[in-house]
């Protein structure tokens, strides 16, 4: 069993990354699994123990700005930094950790930002990837204009990506009382009242103003579990973690020249129900992963690791002991 307060460190290049492993290493490549956002390695704790006694070697780090491993170590705190967070930097460092571990080639998967830092491994670390796993994030081609203009026109400067964009503001209101503002994302979606006021544009920041009672949809993490995550983002904040969002315009110049081409066995899992990256965001996935095998999760919102983790490790396990046999 895990001890989740207690990781294993690598000294990476600017960053002492926080991680935790299971399983045995063996013929078939090691699955390394990235987290989103506002999540850390432990919203994995209930996929790695059934991947690693099927046989897979797993590691599961806090990423950069997150959890154990927390910022860069030469983060001096502000604007000034936000580039350290870039793509870049993501994809160099799940490169320098399984470089660091003596592994070859990983299989990564990716949920929510994590997933969107897995897509474009191919792009900027092609010879570490054995395999793609999208959970919830689809791969999304390059935009024809830059992210954060296309979100403001679509959803308003209220919505959270485009307010995230105001350096201080976000990291500031989100940690003056961090367990609450987890409950605001740690809902089941409720896809069956129709959304309405801040709900409708995604302003969490707005809602974070409304009573708790007046938020849509359930809580879906135990007292136990809500504590864990709310003790990691007071041990670094949240600025760390929405530099990630800071760096959509950055991420975007600099990935003009990428093919947009994936030829790597990949898989896609969708969630029913996820209002953030519905399933129709993935139907034009195979016209650029060439190598794709799709599937759904019914009756799942956007935190499949919590909401589902026996159908999602089904899929899981499935998938790779068939492409990695």
Known sequence: MLNWAEPKYIDLPDLRMAYWE??????????????????????????IPQLAQSGFHVI???QRGYGYTGNPLSDRGGPEDVALYDMAHLCGD??????ALNIDKAVFVGHDWGGIVTWQLPFLRPNRVAGLIGVNTPFIPRLTMDPIKAFR?????????????????AETKLGKDVARSLRVFYRKSDLVSPREGPWVNFALLKILDLDESTWSGNPILSDNDLEIYANAFKRNGFRGPINWYRNFTRNWENSADFSQSIDIPSLMICAEND?????????????????????LISDCGHWTQNEKPAELTHLLIDWLSRRFV
């Open 22 to 47: 299971a399983g045995e290493r063996s013929h078939r490549p090691s699955i390394i699994l990235c987290h989103g956002f506002p999540e850390i390695a432990y919203s994995w704790r209930q996929i």
């Open 94 to 99: 799940l490169d320098s950790l399984v470089s």
């Open 60 to 62: 599961a780090p806090d």
């Open 275 to 295: 209002p953030f990256l519905p399933p129709s965001m993935a139907q034009p996935m195979s016209k650029y992963v060439h190598d794709l095998e799709t599937h």
């Open 153 to 169: 026109e679509a959803l308003g400067d209220d919505m959270y990506i485009v307010a995230f964009q105001d350096y201080g503001l």
